[in-house]
């Protein structure tokens, strides 16, 4: 639920005290710099709720920016940005389940043809729906997950096309490993040109056709007529392989100590009592756990860390799911009131994943709903998300 942002400063100090907050000019600025790479139209992809970023405030600044289409997993999420007011063409990229293309003729969505079965849905709901849908077909090409071979795929366009009432109006694919294998991913490359070639022979031609995920943006071919990044708008550079984009993070997460105590040695700390103070310690207890997108992993417990008055501080026991403990026996001027960082600038979510031994899409994406966000433009909070609020 969106808290009303005609008074954001004075909501805040009614919310738990866990923030994400959420750079809109930064947003604004890394999708500049990707446009400005690709020099050719961007489609941010905009999925699981923008990546944790909240899906209708980034959707909304990014076609302020001028975004000419969006991009989301599902058609419950293509609605939901049809509610929240966005206008321009929304393609569905994961596909839809028999009974969900009523829901997207119903919001004017474009949906992924990539499988037999969404084939006969698209046709079905053009002609119950007596008008013509927008569809976007895809090619597999060694995802090995949705799409078509490449024969099959000539045989959908045509059914398609044929049918009189389905426009192709793009051709895509998913790349593989963009972000680890380039020879790999210049093979996928290869077999999407011939798809294009082989779509071009039956006379079919789409105005968008589309491969490039973050990572694929420095794999660009005369081919593509569109980009559909998602990780490099949200700040962060895929790993190992990316393109070099002055990006800088749009969230960071963060929540206010509660606590800082004295524990003799000998005390154990959180769940499994496997931290155990070698000496006198000072244990901060952070409001924060892994429902809100903090990691519970083994590795986190032991090696994680926080950033509190730009001191890294290492987490103390098993992660919980509303707290977590961090050690500050060696940093004296942390105290109960401050803010400790979860992931942002410093650390950022490349560092977080690490810890947990995961990665940064895990990260951004597991930042629970309960979690307040706050939108921020021109350094000032113009708005509050929350899901709970007074």
């Not at 892994?290 to 509190?308: H, L």
Request: hydrophobic share 50%; proline share 8%; with cysteine.
């Amino acid at each position: 639920m969106n808290v009303p942002s005609h008074d954001p400063e004075a909501r805040l100090a009614r919310l738990r005290p866990v923030r994400a907050r959420i750079d809109l000019d930064r947003l604004a600025a890394n999708f500049h710099a990707v446009a400005s790479h690709a020099n050719r139209p961007v489609m941010p992809v905009v999925k699981a709720d923008a990546y944790g970023h909240g899906a209708a405030q980034v959707a909304r600044r990014l076609v302020v920016e001028g975004a000419p289409l969006l991009a989301v997993a599902y058609p419950e999420e293509g609605a939901a940005l049809r509610a929240a007011g966005v206008k321009v063409p929304i393609v569905v990229l994961a596909g839809f389940a028999p009974g969900q293309e009523a829901v997207i003729v119903a919001h004017d969505l474009t949906p992924v043809v990539s499988t037999p079965e969404t084939l006969d849905l698209a046709l079905a709901a053009a002609a119950a729906a007596r008008r013509r849908l927008a569809v976007h077909l895809k090619v597999d090409t060694g995802m090995g997950r949705l799409g078509f071979a490449p024969e099959p795929l000539e045989a959908a366009a045509a059914s398609l096309a044929g049918s009189g009432r389905v426009e192709v109006a793009g051709l895509m694919t998913h790349l593989a490993c963009a972000d680890e294998d380039a020879a790999f991913t210049e093979r996928q490359l290869d077999r999407f040109d011939e798809a294009v070639r082989r779509l071009a022979a039956l006379g079919l031609r789409p105005r968008h056709v589309h491969a490039a995920n973050s990572a694929g943006l420095a794999f660009l071919r005369p081919t593509h007529t569109l980009v559909r990044p998602g990780l490099l708008l949200y700040g962060v550079r895929p790993r190992p392989l990316s393109p070099d984009l002055p990006v800088q993070p749009v969230m960071s997460l963060s929540a206010r100590i509660a606590l800082v105590k004295q524990v003799p040695v000998g005390a154990t700390v959180s769940y499994g009592a496997r931290w155990v103070a070698a000496r006198p310690s000072r244990v901060a207890t952070v409001p924060i756990g892994y429902a809100d997108g903090v990691p519970r992993t083994r590795v986190m417990s032991e090696t994680g860390v926080f950033v509190a008055r730009g001191e890294r501080i290492p987490i103390a026991g098993t992660v919980c799911m509303d707290l977590t403990m961090a050690d500050v026996t060696d940093h004296p001027s942390v105290q109960a009131g401050d803010e400790a960082v979860v992931f942002g600038d410093a650390p950022g979510a490349w560092d977080l994943a690490e810890c947990a031994g995961t990665n940064a899409w895990d990260v951004l994406t597991r930042v629970g709903s309960r979690v307040p966000r706050i939108y921020v433009e021109g350094g000032r909070v113009m708005a509050v998300a929350a899901r709970y609020h007074p």
